[in-house]
């Protein structure tokens, strides 16, 4: 604390990301990246582009956002683009999100949502998930000014069905409903195809996960151009240049580099499956999941006692000391040794 601060800093309660320790020799399922690695293709355009370093990059990111709206058959202004799906939000906040009526969001959720509400001074309410720990959009059926809802939903991986997210925003045509689908790739419904019929639909999407690039921090909103040019204009506002040449020469990469993003996305989801399998052998309830991790909780040890108890062994995974999920481990999708080494870990802990 310092006599320096503003009023807005002493406010905030900011977003504690997941553990990445220096140490070699541990399996970390913490942070739900991908273990794959990204493309090789990434990997050569990155340094090709590096003859481009003493240049500002591209400000509008023209060949990303082609390269996106080609893969997602939408138009080049239908794409705004960040530094990782959390600038694209942080933005969709303020240019989008900020009005007298509360902001909805599930009460369990992305836990960086409230965070950026209390940054930007939105109010905004907490809709209760059900008891299976379901969204259920009926429930979002109060006044509001926005909605928010990731996709599969973060941490329980559940997922909706389009249809479902159709029904959202047909029943809520003067409010924007941002779709976070940072994990829809591994085996939910995207809402892309809707953005061309429903203008107050935003979807939100990241390369940190299915193209297993987190650490160059690309992310993308899809939606009609009235609010792609709200996001525009503020960014334009704060950084002209969020994304590298490196950054965006990796992600048009990635973007195009289909069968690689087809073959590890396929192996993360057979992993998964039977991680699953192997948690449930061993008295774990995993809710069904359609992302790349698991959300799980043992019959009679808690979640605080088990992550504990992995670390020890050097294996991190996700726990979240908060009401109704205290009891859970969230567990990224790793390998197939990865997660076949969990499991005789934890067949010796429970
Ligand atoms: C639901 C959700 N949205 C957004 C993000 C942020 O992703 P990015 O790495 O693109 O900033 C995450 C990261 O874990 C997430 O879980």
Request: glycine content about 6%; some cysteine; overall charge neutral.
């Amino acid at each position: 604390m310092s006599r320096f601060w503003s009023s807005v800093v002493h406010n905030l309660s900011p977003y504690v990301p997941g553990e990445q320790p220096k140490l070699n020799d541990i399996i970390k399922l913490n942070t739900n990246e991908n273990p794959y690695g990204p493309s090789p293709r990434v990997l050569a355009a990155i340094a090709a582009a590096t003859d481009r370093l003493h240049f500002y990059p591209d400000p509008r990111a023209a060949s990303l956002r082609e390269a996106i709206a080609a893969r997602y058959d939408v138009a080049p202004e239908e794409v705004f683009v960040g530094n990782g799906t959390d600038e694209v939000l942080a933005h969709t906040f303020q240019a989008l999100l900020k009005h007298d009526a509360p902001l909805l969001f599930p009460d369990i959720t992305y836990s960086f949502y409230p965070v950026y509400c209390r940054l930007y001074g939105i109010r905004y309410e907490e809709v209760p998930l059900d008891a299976a720990m379901r969204v259920q959009i009926a429930d979002f059926r109060r006044p509001c000014s926005a909605i928010l809802l990731p996709n599969p939903n973060a941490p329980t991986g559940i997922a909706l069905a389009r249809e479902a997210i159709a029904a959202l925003v047909a029943e809520h045509p003067d409010h924007l409903v941002v779709v976070d689908e940072a994990y829809v790739d591994f085996g939910a419904e995207s809402a892309v195809p809707l953005v061309a019929r429903h203008d107050n639909l935003l979807v939100v999407q990241t390369l940190s996960k299915s193209r297993a690039l987190a650490g160059l921090r690309v992310g993308f909103a899809i939606g009609q151009r009235p609010l792609i040019e709200a996001l525009e204009r503020v960014k334009d506002s704060f950084n002209s240049y969020p994304l590298g040449c490196l950054a965006l020469a990796g992600a048009v990469a990635a973007i195009k580099d289909d069968a690689w993003f087809q073959e590890t996305r396929a192996r993360i989801m057979a992993n998964r499956d039977s991680l699953a399998r192997g948690l449930a052998g061993l008295g774990f309830e995993v809710l069904p999941s359609a992302a790349n991790f698991v959300f799980a909780r043992h019959r009679s040890h808690g979640g605080a006692h088990l992550a504990a108890r992995l670390r020890e062994r050097g294996v991190l995974v996700r726990h979240f000391q908060k009401p109704r999920i205290e009891d859970f481990l969230r567990i990224t999708v790793g390998t197939e040794d990865q997660c076949s080494r969990l499991i005789a870990l934890l067949s010796s802990l429970v």
